[in-house]
């Protein structure tokens, strides 16, 4: 009974997931069935750590670079921004394991969104605030960059899990790991769902960054190259830099 109960509980999991394979083209894995995708537990948990700590970057250095472009605002114009901000920060000292998760990757896509809507109020900044409109966009450009990355790897990992998952349906003494699994999918379902909401608003507030460095005559500097950003090593290298 607490076999069936396993397998049943994972297929309704899987089932009820339809919105995922169809943003990521995934197909669906069977129960108790090795999928191609399947790697051997150790990489799989490799690659997810090396994935989450590029998420954690671009989510990390984001809301850096909100903070400091904020700095160049009234605060009445950056008050919900704020307090978005506080509360991520708050959320970011408490980590277990150093990583953001679910709540954290929402809130810094509600943090770059709040912060666009400055798109018809630019002309407000502070000019004496102006060196931190060049932090400000630099980083941004280093957060698009990372979830650009993050992007392209989220579909392998969430299908390396599943696989990983349909393998262990059938032992019933694995619920323990299938849930672990289960959490590590919902994660990375959310994380590619964000990405492109950040992107896009990424955009709306580098606008804002462009009209204020044309005002003053600034010139922005270029996006860190593709290759710079690839992994989390060269990512630690490259965010260094920005300092």
Partial sequence: MKKTSTILALTLF??????????????????????AAAENPAQTAVNNDELLRIVTAASDWGMTALDQLALAFPDDKVAEFKAI???YHTGQAKRTNGNVDAEQIKMCSDAVE?????QGDWELYRK????????????????????????????????????SASSLGSNPLQTGKIKQIKNQIQ?????????????????????ITKNIAQAEKMTLPPDAEPSKVADSVK??????ELN
């Fill in 85 to 87: 901000s506080e509360k």
């Fill in 235 to 240: 990512t630690k290298s490259t965010l260094s």
């Fill in 128 to 163: 004496e605030k102006k060196d931190a409109v060049l932090k400000a966009d630099a980083r941004l450009g280093a957060m698009l960059g990372l979830d650009t990355v993050a992007a392209t790897k989220i579909p392998a990992a969430i299908q390396a899990l599943q696989a």
């Fill in 114 to 118: 709040s912060m666009s809507k400055l």
């Fill in 187 to 207: 994660l990375f379902t959310i994380i590619g769902q964000q990405i492109p909401v950040q992107k896009n608003a990424i955009a709306n507030v580098r606008s």
């Fill in 14 to 35: 899987m089932a009820g997931n339809t919105t995922m394979y169809a943003q990521f083209g995934m197909k669906k894995l069977v129960p108790g069935k090795t999928n």
